[in-house]
């Protein structure tokens, strides 16, 4: 019998999937891992608000939070990080370790959380799905981000500001750490480190425009001890 197309041997003569064929399937893979509408879902089974029905109509967990409270914004967001971490963990297993697979992985993941193929193409922002991405590709490049992030938002109260420079701090975050590892950093993670925080920046442009225009909607920090819409009287 003639070996399929769709496997091939690796240097120790074990037969294993197309190296491409695979990258493609965990691309498909994580594009759908990162469609999840979790905050929709959690909606639904809470009986909570559809969080596209206020705030910006996006599904994210700030949208969430508005929406849902502080308790499901919270399931929410942790879902949203595993959107980003379990795609590229199993690329990392799947690949023995391929830089390359695991980063299309992310990007793939990433996109789907702003454009789901469940929602008609629409998300979230895919902020917390690139910190997921990320806490697997190089953890300590969100350490170095954390506090821009942070401090943005507790200084002008613009989540999406802060969501914006945060995401643009890991890529100088992962050339710091290039430079320190001596260059020991794969160059495909270099990539993700300047193109994950642009998918995040295109998913942003509605906020962008608001930002520049001063019509930007400021975070309320009283909502992180509230229950959101449906418990407000």
């Known amino acids: 019998m003639s070996p399929s197309p769709l496997v091939t041997r690796d240097p120790t003569g074990r037969e294993v999937v197309d190296p491409t064929l695979l990258r493609v399937l965990l691309l498909i893979g994580a594009y759908l891992a990162g469609s999840i509408p979790f905050s929709v879902i959690v909606a639904r089974l809470t009986g909570g608000p559809d969080p596209r029905s206020v705030g910006s109509g996006r599904t994210g ?6 929406a849902l409270g502080r308790k499901w914004a919270t399931v929410v967001v942790t879902g949203d990080l595993a959107k980003g971490v379990l795609p590229v963990l199993l690329a990392r297993v799947l690949t023995d370790g391929d830089p390359l697979a695991e980063v299309l992985a992310a990007a793939a993941a990433v996109f789907g959380s702003s454009h789901s193929i469940f929602v008609r193409f629409g998300g979230g922002r895919g902020v917390g799905t690139g910190v997921g991405t990320m806490l ?16 943005v938002i507790l200084i002008t109260r613009y ?3 802060g969501s914006l420079l945060g995401s643009a701090a890991t890529f100088p975050a992962m050339l710091l750490i290039w430079a320190v590892a001596s260059g020991a950093v794969p160059p495909a993670y270099l990539v993700w480190a300047a193109a994950g925080p642009a998918l995040i920046w295109l998913a942003h442009a509605d906020n962008i425009d608001r930002l520049v225009h001063g019509t930007e909607r400021k975070f309320d920090l009283s909502m992180l001890g509230g229950r959101g819409r449906r418990g407000a009287a």
């Open 159 to 161: 989540v999406s500001l």
């Open 136 to 151: 697997v590709i190089q953890p300590i490049a969100i350490v170095i981000a954390a506090p821009v992030f942070i401090g």
């Open 61 to 66: 967990g700030t949208n969430a939070l508005r």
